[in-house]
């Protein structure tokens, strides 16, 4: 969370500055759509505490044939998989973001989920109210201790009863919670 913190002025952002309590619950996952310097979509899976976060240029595919590159960005409050709004231009991750997707996930790897990413490969199935089924976050390269490259990771969709159809266009998808596009949220339209 430090990363997170120093990344941020909370008298400027709409963003929560964290300290939340962990859900007693099933751990949750949200999808964000962050139209900041470029277009992308914001997954984020609960483990240790935190919204473990990655940066998913293309969005998750429901197709199992569509590897996603998935580039890991600081941990973020839990309370984050409620923010939408409207981030300041000048601040850090400036511009418009809706959460195009929420629900729980069930963790199908071998190891704690933690412990799981930090190994490199970890499985789960996701509840979502849009997403479905088994999906998985493998790294591909980086994370070597010492090791200056950047990570990156994919995220796949796993071939099971749930795989198929395509991905959302980010322009035209609506939030989950308020069915509100990124133009609706920039605007300030509200219900
Ligand atoms: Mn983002």
Known sequence: MTRYKHKR????????????????????????????????????????????????????SADPKDKRLAMPTEDHPLEYREFEGVIPEGEYGGGTVIVWDEGTYRNLSDAPLAEALRDGHASFW????????????????????????????LLVKRADERAGGGTPDPRRARSVRTGHTLGQVARGERQ
Do not use: M, N
């Open 126 to 153: 996701l509840d979502g109210r849009k997403l479905h089924g088994g999906y998985a976050l493998t790294r591909l390269r980086g994370g070597r201790p010492g090791g200056g490259e950047r990570e990156a990771w």
């Open 9 to 60: 002025d909370f008298t400027r952002t709409p963003e929560p500055s964290g300290g939340g309590e962990p859900d007693a619950e099933r751990p949750c996952f949200v999808v964000q759509i962050h139209d900041a310097t470029s277009l992308h979509f914001d997954f984020r899976l609960e483990a240790d505490g935190v919204l473990k976060s990655w940066s998913v240029p293309k969005g998750p």
